[in-house]
């Protein structure tokens, strides 16, 4: 399966699994039938109340404007506002990211969406297929000419499995209390290096995390490494959260 290599702004490399051919049609799929159900729902309410007393222009700007536009920019909108999710990829779990991890800019959206003319409706789809299945990350003429690809996120569920979740004995004690003052967040970007560091072996991902650790947590410990500090960090503060959960 072929992934995405991404730096993020705390120096930690994660990889993403793009998302295949099968995951990005069935998103399709799933936004076909959320349009079609508005256009059901629309001409029903059309055929109940008809024109009434609006003239024939006012009809038509209204249709424009509520069933034309929403249509046209279904897709464009919600990428736009909605971190590069539609409903159907958000569903399928998945999302539009600029191909060096960043978020796509307006441009690259509208770009994706322009395209989607060639790669999707005037060639039924077939074209964007093709072009998708010959290459590396599964890119349509939109995603190319955009720059972007598509990549799966990680579940609740998976991230469980990935996090470093340390076992206790009853006679644990923290070698380091004060990491309390650290936050959930804090502590996921401090597993994610020591993730990045044992799958890839490169030590730099730890640096910046264990010299700002030491200034904010007071901390004067030089002789232990960078992996076995940050491992102990996140230890503590499992233990020391659990107990507090547990008083609660």
């Known amino acids: 399966m072929n992934t995405l290599r991404v730096e993020t702004t705390q120096n930690v490399f994660l990889e993403y699994n793009l998302a295949g051919l099968g995951e990005r049609i069935l998103a399709f799929l799933i936004d076909l039938s959320v349009m079609f159900s508005y256009i059901w729902i629309y001409l029903s309410l059309v055929s109940m109340f008809g024109k009434k007393s609006v003239s024939d222009t ?50 690259q959206y509208v770009v994706r969406w322009l395209f989607r003319m060639i790669d999707i409706w005037a060639t039924l789809g077939i074209l964007g297929i093709i072009v998708a299945a010959t290459n590396k990350y599964y890119q349509r003429l939109g995603d190319l000419a955009a720059d972007t690809c598509l990549i799966k996120l990680k579940s609740a569920t998976q991230l469980t499995r990935q996090v470093i979740i340390p076992e206790f004995d009853k006679l644990y004690q923290p070698k380091y209390p004060q990491v309390l003052l650290l936050s959930d967040t804090d502590i996921n970007y401090i597993k994610e290096a020591v993730l990045s560091y044992e799958k890839f072996g490169n030590e730099e991902v730890l640096v910046p995390f264990v010299k700002k650790l030491k200034e904010l947590l007071n901390i004067q410990d030089s002789k232990s490494n960078h992996h076995s500090f940050l491992r102990q960090i996140i230890r503590d503060y499992t233990y020391l959260t659990s107990q507090e959960e547990e008083k609660v």
């Not at 990829?89 to 998945?94: C, G, S």
């Open 58 to 107: 006012e009809f038509y700007l209204i249709y424009f404007f509520t069933f034309i536009l929403p249509l046209s920019m279904y897709t464009l909108v919600q990428e736009v506002f909605f971190n590069g999710q539609t409903i159907g990829k958000r569903i399928m779990h998945i999302k539009v990211v600029n191909c060096d991890g960043r978020q796509p800019s307006l441009t």
